[in-house]
């Protein structure tokens, strides 16, 4: 089997591009923590995982690409329950005075 060297890398499958979607909503969070404004920063990361538990849920294992690591039910929990947490968090930790 011969591999190609293609730099043209990009997803095979709509899961894949999904991914990177996932992946930029947790980077423009990071961004925003880094810049000073936890709250928004956190809140783009906890939706960006819901976003993801939902694409989870709809698409088929075949089309899941990079989102499919365990089973479906599995995968759809653990990125629910950690979008869930931070968003919370984000909502119910007190304003810090100065």
């Not at 809140?43 to 939902?54: C, E, F, K, Y």
Request: proline fraction near 6%.
């Amino acid at each position: 089997m011969i591999l190609e060297d293609n730099p043209q890398r990009r997803p095979q499958t709509f899961g894949g591009l999904v991914y990177l979607v996932i992946t930029s909503m947790a980077l423009t969070g990071l961004v925003f923590v880094v810049a000073g404004a936890w709250r928004p920063g956190v809140s783009w990361m906890g939706a960006g995982l819901l976003v993801g538990s939902a694409f989870r849920l709809v698409l088929p294992e075949r089309r899941a690409g990079m989102l499919r690591v365990r089973r479906k039910a599995e995968d759809v929990l653990l990125l629910l329950v950690a979008g869930v947490a931070l968003l919370v968090l984000a909502v119910v930790v007190p304003n810090q005075p100065g």
